[in-house]
């Protein structure tokens, strides 16, 4: 049993952790800090933790989060790099679920988040913890990028085609239009999050820059081993009326060598150890309501055209794209089970 | 064709306004303020409203105000009390739709909105403005206070009973289980506002006491003539994962000389000439989509017991019980055919 | 472990069933049969259950059944009935999660379901399943009739005062103005429940009788052991634009011992030792989402006027409501631990 | 004032086209005809329509419908191409919503609607009503075959681009990711329309097939006036939980002259005079929403890459992409203002 640590558990990712953590058979979160709401029961924040914890929130103290054996940060950007030195020093191990370990390209992260990186040094030794692509790098991490949820549709859509021996795609024609439900916006007081303002409508947005366009774009290159071969990769995110799931709809050009393998098999093959990754049969529709609060991801193809390929993609934003992952990838850190405390089946309808 | 002025278009409560206005026969709006959106196009806020108009929000002047035949103010409460006065000495009607002018009770709206009345002798000329019950002071009105928009509810669904000759209900035991569409809240940043929120949950909210409470007591008893006798009244609120939409269900206790009158026939009588109130026929249940965006409240009654009535009503919050009604009273005010600009279908599905 | 079997996967009681059993424990769901299915996986119908079972539906074979230590019946009204005796005699014990065993009085069910019971001896022996109020009964019990929603939340609700010493409440006046999400219809091709006709809508409906309404009054008078003191209760139920959860406000005279007990102590003290009831503290509102998934009740109390008391009880329709009762009762009927395969936090947001 | 015929009144179309006709200045709703609802009142099925009509539904009778100027067909595919022969030999125009006069190849009709063409010499007289790019041709027509709703998006969000002198996009490289509300699959009892099948869900389908394909391609060749250029059009539509609205977000790779023309430009000059298309400012995100019950299409521009385009389009599907766009096609045949009827505003929110 270790001890965990949950730095910012006011937020959708932080209360996510906690419907998984209180139930992980071998962890049990000892440590819950919000800037705001010490003293308060998390229960009382989120009622449907009523019976489940007794645990309050705490101010942010290191000398606390010391103690536990691992450390999520469920906070804004810009949080974990302040703290990320001092605990694994003391050796405490660090999950974050904000950006500050995703970038390694420091421009990049400066110009999308608006700030320098507090500790590049860390940065450079951190694993960007997509569990299925660096699951080796992942056990032996003390500090823990958790990957984008765009960019983990993204990655796990196109993995396999990068990973083969052979050149079976154009690089340079790739669109992603993505589809996320509004908790993939957090849990703050905005007039663009209220619910009328996004219930019964549908729009892109982020149209002209979103911030996991170079997180997906650099974790492409390095899965690929090709840099700058992503450079013109179209990505644009849309907002669904929906609070969980996301859909990325991926389109590619083959070459003529992807046009003469049997991708079908490409990806079962790939995928077939991954209990997290579901390979869907030819024609099928991934729907994201079938992974709802589970921590799996679908992905079916299409062939509309010879040369062209259509990669769906589904999960749940927060379970697979956020906290389910970042469980996932303690579960690698610790040795444990990869799936322990994820074998939730998700809830349809 | 007269001119009209609205303060605080930025609301909900004001687009609605905009949307019924623009498209009125005999009113041109000529001023439109906002504190914080002066210079900006409205149509850049809403852009359902481009291509329908050019205005832009200024800041709020009482000469340009003074220059309209009427200024509704959809504001938050307390604004319009400060600027009637002025408005009425120059000839300019006023349609409040806050509630500055809903609560003759100078203690109770003390109480329910935090703040003392400014004008208390503005208000005790003012007019309720619940176009069906008081169409003949409103005819001759300069202030409108507009009704909030559950005492529309529970007061049109309730009339019919307290205007009869005899008394015909117990006024001691009404129930109002209420329920309400997000937008009732408005439009506001506010974290109990936002989608993940709010869809896919139902609650009550308010049970404890909520400021329509006294505007429903007060006009139960002036519908009545009866004070004192609603004091018990019970009135929940509840909130429904949808935008637009409130249903009341009025449960009541029926003396012996209202059992034995056709109630139904009391009702449809009471509002056959009624063109925006509808009373459905036995066994009907109003939906809140009926009503989508138009100016209409349907009525639809139950007997379960001998003495029991349970009284169905559904509006638009955002029309009946808020802008529409707020022109269904300009137009009283100034003469025009009472369904002018407001003989929109509701938009089902 | 034992052997379960589901005959009629295909609902939404089901697919919850398969969903809470899949992970239960000590149970193994090794039969599901469906008149329409047989040879499909129910994985191809339900993919969320992909990865998580190979379970194929076939043809309902009580030879199969009898092999089985339990069955569930998620099928129609009576269904059940048809084999409980069967089963029973080859010492297979059912729980029916329609409504056939949930009514004692023959012409009500008759009246209500438009059907003859056809095995009334065996209703006499059946137990009725709600875990809290009848646990010892439920222990010994070879068939079992699982309650209907609304009743669930009906009597947990109310069981606090009809179970004190003292007349509490006055029965005849009791009001339960009700609320479901749409699943609670079920999953069939219907006109009525098509998304374009429930979303964004609000509405009562079944306000002329709906056949819950019978089963709350026998239960009651169970649960108080008065015979016709409820004959009064006055039930409406109302469609939420939600796919689970349900909210039962419900509205009590209370008498003058009623006024002076405590009965917030009450109630906490009635549910002390209930691990899937949670009284709620003062001035709380219970919300459907908070027990989304979760075998979980909530009630809070108010009390608007001395002699007036409102509870708000809220559960899950498909868990609490019917799957997640349905599994409680398998395991007080197996002396399991009540809480195995339960454990699970409500999916909020 | 003319007299005008609805065959098939019982659907989402259907009832569309009242609440916009039953408002048109210039037209009066005689015949509405219903195989399945001869008798009863149409606002007794749709009571959003109560008090604005008493019209009745009647057996579908060539006689009547012969004495009206015009005849809709809000009917399923093969209805109209019944009928539309005799109805022009009588003089009466006929606007099908169906696909009935879409396609002029009838291998395609046959292959995608599983029928035979009953009269393909009508078919050959008859008109595609999208009004603004067939305006001329609709003015003289006696049969219209008013366009599918996502090809009406494609096609407004693609012409200015076809129409141009020179070749500014490659025609073979085209993605349309199409996104509808549920209420364009129409109103009828199908499983997979049903609430909680669809709320909270997002998911791509049609995607090996969609019979709206065959008529994009159709129509952007007589568009373009190049046969045999969209071959390779990838067309994707998904389904988004709201009632009303489509999304479609269109990919386009530009030519050396494409990058060299000022795009936003082109479009605002080519619907410059058009009253249903907005093109909106760059930067813009056309919200679906912002058209809910209007008969508007706005369109947003995007360059992510040099040679890239992104072409947003949004509309109600039910308006601009049905019932409005059939009444806009009637003001066309008939001489009146082409907003006739047509100038509400969108229900935001």
């Known amino acids: 049993m270790i ?13 996510e952790l906690l419907r998984l953590l209180l139930r992980h058979p071998q962890a049990q979160v000892c440590v819950l800090t919000s ?25 942010l103290s290191l000398d606390l989060l ?18 990320a030195e001092e605990l694994i020093a003391a050796g405490t191990k660090v999950i974050d679920l904000a950006a500050d370990f995703r970038l390694q390209d420091l421009a990049q992260f400066e110009k999308w988040y608006g700030m320098q990186h507090s500790c590049p ?18 056990k032996n991490a003390k500090v823990i990028g958790n ?12 993995a396999p085609l990068l990973k083969a ?13 993505a589809k996320s439900g509004v908790s993939g916006a957090g849990r703050k007081a905005s007039l663009g999050m209220i619910y009328s303002e996004n219930a ?24 690929s081993g090709q840099q700058g071969q992503f450079d013109q990769l179209i990505f644009v995110p849309h907002l669904v009326p929906m609070i969980r799931g996301m859909l990325s709809t991926i389109y590619v050009d083959l070459t003529e060598q992807g046009q003469q393998t049997d991708l079908q098999e490409l990806y079962q093959n790939f995928y077939q150890n991954e209990r997290f990754v579901d390979v869907m049969p ?26 062209k390929l259509i990669i769906l993609v589904a999960q749940d934003n927060l379970v697979k794209g956020a906290a389910g992952q970042a469980v996932q990838n303690m579960n690698l850190m610790f040795g444990f089970d990869e799936a322990a405390g994820l074998n939730g089946i998700g809830l349809l309808p």
Chains 1, 2, 3, 4 share one sequence.
Do not use: W
């Open 147 to 158: 990957p984008g949820c765009y960019p983990t549709t993204v990655q796990l859509g196109l």
């Open 35 to 59: 800037r705001t709401e010490a003293g308060k029961r998390v229960a009382d924040m989120f009622p449907s933790l009523r019976g489940h914890t007794d645990l309050e929130f705490s101010d």
């Open 3 to 15: 001890s965990v640590g949950i730095v910012g558990g006011t937020g959708y990712t932080g209360v």
């Open 165 to 177: 021996q052979n050149q079976l795609i154009n690089t340079q024609s790739i669109i992603v239009d």
């Open 282 to 307: 030819a024609n099928s529709s991934p729907e994201t309501r079938s992974v709802r609060g589970a921590n799996e991801l679908r992905i079916a193809l299409y062939r509309p055209q010879p040369n």
């Open 66 to 83: 010391k103690q536990c054996d691992v450390v999520f940060f469920a906070t804004p950007h810009g949080v974990a790099m302040q703290h």
């Open 200 to 223: 019964d409508n549908f729009k892109a947005y982020g149209v002209a820059g979103h911030r996991h366009h170079p997180e997906i774009v650099e974790a492409l290159e390095n899965i």
């Open 121 to 138: 040094t860390v940065l450079k030794d951190s694993v960007y913890g997509l569990s299925e692509l660096n699951r080796e790098k992942i």
